[in-house]
């Protein structure tokens, strides 16, 4: 895929300077937009998740900043990795461009599955706690409900939360 090619238009900085993201892009090198980062890469907090379309991409991103503010982190102290496809790359961007990472969390189906290496369901995923090497550092891996699902299923905010509350206390 190429940048012509991409749902979001020809400029992926340009589309996120519209939503409100003031951290530069981070692209896996020889793919770009396949993969891609924001936010501060050696932070100890980084989010994994599938990139959306249009505008409900627009409105996860936005809750999903609100989330990390809710937690007490902001861009400059956490991670946001986007992904187009599960691919190895998403392996390789946490190796090689966030490799001090302590927490991961995996928001939604696609991101927990290929973040824990499992075909297990979202709802199995969230209740394990595991370890997995990326880069030069152990991460304990968590999973919740990606944000665009929260913005269709307000049920699910009451558990998300709760998710986000064991990383908040794994953190600290």
């Known amino acids: 895929m190429n940048r012509n090619d991409a749902p979001w238009g020809r ?16 692209e896996q090198q020889g793919s770009p937009l396949a993969v891609w980062g ?9 989010f994994v998740l599938e990139a959306l379309e249009g505008i409900e991409q627009e409105q ?22 986007y992904f187009a496809a599960s691919t190895e790359e998403v392996f390789q961007h946490l190796k090689t461009q966030v490799p001090n990472s302590k927490v991961i969390v995996a928001l939604g189906d696609q991101a927990a599955c290929l973040v824990f290496g499992s075909n297990e369901t979202l709802s199995e995923l969230r ?14 891996l968590f999973a919740t409900h990606h ?26």
């Open 11 to 26: 400029d992926l900085q340009e589309y996120l300077d519209l939503l409100g993201f003031d951290a530069p892009i981070i």
């Open 127 to 140: 209740s394990k706690k595991l370890n997995r090497s990326f880069g030069r550092t152990e991460a304990a």
């Open 60 to 81: 996860a991103a936005h809750l999903l900043l609100k989330m990390i503010q809710a937690m007490g982190y902001s861009l400059e102290s956490a991670y946001i990795l």
């Open 147 to 172: 944000p665009g699902e929260l913005l269709t299923r307000a049920e699910q905010k009451k558990e998300a939360w709760e998710d986000l509350k064991a990383v908040i206390a794994h953190l600290s």
């Open 38 to 46: 924001q936010g501060n890469p050696h932070a100890e907090l980084v």
